[in-house]
């Protein structure tokens, strides 16, 4: 098979990061939110509710007496604790911690069926029902997550007991499923085994697990449809109620089609994202540039139809879900912090592909928005849903509001987006760069060292910078010889003019910029020096017209940070205010405000509310008073006192 | 009792209207609505749901075998008729539609059981189970329609068969709920039943209807709560689904709080307005000052912090109700048709007690925009919900805008709407004028003729006008006799100047006007001519900036018509037109569209989407192209080729 990968990422072993931005939250992770999540797992918070996720595994591996409680899916939160862990790890050794991850792997492998079968609900609950209901019963979802800890744990330890536990569990899945006539034709409801087959191939060369992943994808939407004939041989019923059902939904699970023929992201937004990114992979393995394709088409949907200006996606709490293209409303959103990991991921395996920066702006736009908002300043509060649009009066009384909450909460009942959010930021070092033997490129901007290895040497780069707060980027570079290769800079999207130098000397960009990415090729020697400045003004960004819900708006951004009002900030009722199209915003970096964060100032003005009295309707009169308006990178919003926020602003 | 009663209306044998605008509709329902009507209930329409209404009937009269079909509350369609088919006999005699008049309320009578109960879901289906389910199951809600139409019919035709059935039931009802020991302490889940005994008691004298309307408006939320120990009482069950419920909710009846508590409007629109009215008339019975005050105070909530400015209310779909003050969403509003008509009786009662034109302005609002929208112009389709925005894509794709149409519907299977819009437009002459022996006051613009009766003579007033296309009113005014007294003319909140001639002879208004009404009080004389001139300009419109959903938007209103730009006229994209403050819109009649409307015409701007690529977000970049919009009237929207419609529109 001729592979499609281009380049490829730095092993998080080889990578540090010592950035002003994300190294709080990277040590966040390490420090509270995966101690954390360690406790919850055993049941051990206060006031939330308890997992059951490692009680679980205990009853299953016959060590306790009690039934399955949680989710169907909740030994997935114990497999991105434990992915979270590898990253962690391989990023910073902990022996204790590594003696808690060995302790639960122990577990996980007395809990395993001497089949190679592992799942605590179906053990414990209903062994005969076992791959009876893949539509509904995430069987293959719960696999992949455990298959992705597993490759992650043994990348960070050389540790090969979770690994081989998840060959074992795979063979056994390959077993049961694929296209022989014996075998079951299906696929699973909620995709993410996908991905993690391919994984799995790449941690062990058994082309056996990507041959699995492209059979579930290629599988995917084909007539007889699988879930249509499940459904029936089960009786009509659904895990989820009881009673009969019709049948399944099936562009809920993107199965509606067969993938290849899919040129809109639909349904549930993160099984989406999640299916397409390893569709992507699988692509990337096999050469199938068809399948390529077919990622395009629908990236190229989510991107520029479908996405919030946050990076956020999922336009309807029905089904966590995509609705239609430019339907992007800012109160009653979704935009699931999951989803945005889902789409980090997706553009990561383009990426991979193809070195085009609009994979890698959409990639930022998400981490340092939607993705970033997901956690509290703590560590310890998190959003499932990311509004843009916040009336806290709404979320309580208004019911299509109600899915969107002003505060971050502690811990969720479906706790599938704070663990997301602890495996993605602890594995943050492999997004900055891709690299193959003549090119190193660098997608993200953040501070750190990374050890690259190219054709038999190892180079060495050193990347400081104070962004997003400033667009000024030194990158250093050393070798152990004189090696010569091109050096990939990104220019985002959001950047009108970049300036680059190379040992203090200019270099002219629009000669040598190629997809996005600025290439300068040379021979580098120990030392040199590359200086990139993004100019970073504060924007007023517009939306398509087509998308109702922002006609007459407009919203702040500086560099990949979207900014939004807060009531903290500009009292209450935002949206009583206009900003005038020639207003002047003035960014200046607070050091004392949340942490230390770039805030954006400027005139505007505000309905002068005092000269309405207690009437709804009246004659239109000109009531504006001036006002200072005060905003806040999106990402830090609902740190303070909960109120409204605004992103989308009113212009004049 | 003291009657707070100011004035009275008409009654609908002494009014005619001949009117340009109302004319049509109340022709159509009496030629168009009633005989389909009648057709419906007869499960005669081709391609629509059955109604089972008056096979229902038969079924439970012993006469045909079958179960019942349809709503539990499916005998208030057959009761609605028969009010519209009483206000029209009142208006028009036609002997073959009292023929199937009095066939049906025959039937109804052979339904009835012996100790006077009547209501075909608990008779053919669980009669055991009668007053057991208030809070769900419609029995007085029933009730309360049939009363209304024995009142209508027999004040039209003078028969008292259908009355005198009613006063037995509503005997037997009386015998089975009340205040006594023995009785059960109940009320009505859905309230309808308090305004019909008012009536009732007015038709018949008898002061047990008044005193049990009392009962059930006095008892509704007092502690312990009735439908708790109901709901406790039946096993905690709900009519609406099996399984055990939650107790009910309290706020959707209204039955949270005893009503001279209650101060904002909550719940299911319709339930509310109805017991409002039931308040207001038992409060004008009565003269309990009390409860007139807590009808003013949820009267002011309702205008002036729940309602849309075409009349329309409850902005969840979501209970169809009420959500908070301020919450006035234009696309995922409900605003159904029948909470309207709802408010339209609730502000005639008020009107009784008070001449006060903010009662008249909102009638009026609600009768020319919410109201009449409810009716195609063809008499054959009905809008349930009324939206302010509408987006035929988002109303098929986006699951929180999937109970708004773009288009009117045939029938419902839960038809409340179309019944209620024919027995509101059947009986609308009395909605014009109410009376005492020293005034009359003219609440409404509506060409015809009334015969008075004042102080045992009779005054005639014919009004002639073109309203609402244009505000010049005149009424001529004879008497058999000269005849002193005050005739009150509503000068409506939405004209801010207004001329007054009597007898060619200018009045000077301002020293004249009280509570929105200017007064001329003289002795009349044959043929005295009263000329008012309205002045009716087209008018830009802001709300409260509290109403988030309309910040930054104006609605065109010129006299009592709130206006809406279609797609019909002005492409597709409506909310990427933006309308200058400065623009100059230009009212003109149009004979040939729509059966003859006054259209708006004006400069504005459009963004210019041939700017736009297959892209999402972009700096700000003023792209705007100048277009001519053209505005209908919000009630005649959605009749040519569905699209998208817009009321609220952006303005710079």
Same mark, same amino acid.
């Given at each position: ?79 991105? *604790?434990?992915?979270?862990? &590898? ?6 050794? $902990? ?23 592992? @799942? ?34 043994? @990348? ?26 014996? !075998? ?26 990507? !041959? ?54 639909? %349904? ?9 990114? &390893? ?5 990337? #393995? ?24 946050? %990076? ?14 430019? $339907? ?13 990991? &889902? ?6 395996? +383009?990426? !991979? +592909? ?17 993705? /970033?908002?997901? +956690?509290?300043? $703590? ?11 916040? *009336?806290? #009066? ?30 993605? =930021? ?20 953040? /501070? ?8 038999? $040497?190892?180079?060495? =780069? ?6 997003? *707060? ?33 040992? &203090? ?25 590359? #200086?990139?400045?993004?100019? +970073? ?34 009292? #209450? ?40 009295? @207690? ?38």
């Amino acid at each position: 098979m001729n592979s499609l990968k281009q380049s490829i990422p730095v092993s998080l072993k080889d990578i540090t990061i010592t950035d002003g931005f994300w190294s709080r939250y990277v040590e966040l992770v390490r420090d509270t939110v995966i101690p954390y999540q360690w406790d919850a797992l055993n049941d051990r918070i206060p006031d939330a509710e308890p997992s059951h996720a490692i009680k679980n595994f205990r009853i299953a591996a016959g060590e306790e007496q009690g039934d399955f409680h949680g989710y169907v899916f909740q030994d997935s939160d114990l497999a991105k *604790w434990l992915e979270a862990v &590898g990253y962690s790890l391989a990023g910073k050794p $902990d022996p204790e911690l590594e003696r808690l991850a060995d302790e639960a792997i122990d577990l996980i492998g007395r809990a395993q069926q001497p089949d190679g079968y592992l @799942n605590t609900y179906f053990t414990i609950r209903e062994p005969e029902k076992r791959w009876t209901n893949l539509n509904d019963c995430h069987e293959l979802y719960c696999a992949g997550h455990m298959m992705e800890a597993a490759v992650a744990y043994y @990348n960070a330890t050389g540790k090969r007991k979770l690994l081989d536990i998840m060959c074992r569990f795979a063979d056994h899945i390959d077993s049961v499923l694929g296209p022989e006539p014996e !075998k079951l034709h299906g696929y699973p409801g909620h995709e993410e085994v996908e991905l993690a087959l391919v994984k799995l191939y790449n941690a062990t060369k058994n082309e056996k697990y990507l !041959k699995l992943a492209k059979y579930f994808i290629d599988q995917r939407g084909q007539q007889p449809h699988y879930f249509d004939l499940e459904w029936e041989k089960r009786g009509k019923k659904s895990f989820w109620s009881s009673g009969l059902l019709s049948a399944p939904d099936k562009k809920y699970n993107q199965s509606h089609l067969p993938v290849r023929e899919q040129t809109e992201a639909v %349904g549930h937004a993160v099984r989406a994202v999640y299916l397409y990114t &390893g569709m992507a992979e699988v692509a990337a #393995e096999t050469g199938d540039k068809d399948l390529l394709e077919a990622c395009m088409r629908l990236w190229d949907n989510i991107e520029n139809r479908q996405m919030y200006i946050t %990076g956020g996606i999922g336009s309807t709490v029905h089904g966590e879900a995509f609705s239609f293209d430019y $339907d992007l409303p800012n109160d009653t959103v979704y935009s699931e912090t999951c989803a945005s990991i &889902g789409l980090v991921f997706f553009a990561h395996s +383009m990426l !991979k +592909m193809q070195a085009n920066s609009h994979y890698a702006d959409v990639m930022e736009r998400a981490l340092y928005n939607a993705v /970033s908002a997901g +956690m509290s300043l $703590d560590g310890k509060h998190f959003f499932y849903v990311n509004p843009l649009e916040v *009336w806290p #009066e709404a979320c309580e009384k208004s019911p299509i509001r109600s899915h969107v909450r002003p505060a971050r909460q502690k811990w969720f009942g479906c706790a599938c987006c704070p663990p997301n959010i602890a495996r993605l =930021l602890s594995s943050l070092g492999k997004y900055i760069y891709t690299y193959n033997d003549e090119t190193v490129y660098t997608h993200l901007y953040i /501070s750190g060292e990374a050890f690259i290895p190219m054709g038999g $040497d190892t180079v060495r =780069l050193v990347q400081r910078t104070n962004y997003p *707060w400033d667009g000024n980027i030194s990158i250093q570079i050393s070798s152990d010889i004189e090696k010569e290769f091109a050096l990939g800079l990104r220019i985002p999207g959001w950047c009108r003019k970049a300036d680059l130098a190379v040992n &203090g000397e200019k270099v002219d960009i629009s000669e040598t910029i190629l997809n996005g990415y600025v290439l300068i090729k040379r021979k580098w020697n120990n030392e040199d020096r590359v #200086e990139l400045h993004l100019d +970073m003004p504060v924007e007023l960004i517009q939306a398509n017209p087509k998308v109702r819900a922002n006609a007459g708006k407009v919203a702040i951004q500086r560099g990949p940070l979207v900014y939004c009002l807060e009531e903290a900030d500009n009292g #209450e009722n935002l949206s009583a205010i206009t900003l005038p199209l020639d207003t002047s915003l003035t960014a200046e970096f607070n050091k004392d405000i949340l942490g230390g964060i770039v805030t954006i100032k400027g005139k505007a003005t505000r309905k002068d509310e005092s000269t309405w009295q @207690n009437q709804l309707y009246r004659p239109f009169e000109y009531n504006e008073k001036p006002i200072e308006i005060t905003a806040v990178p999106y990402y830090i919003w609902g740190n303070r006192k909960p109120g409204e926020m605004l992103v989308w602003i009113h212009y004049k």
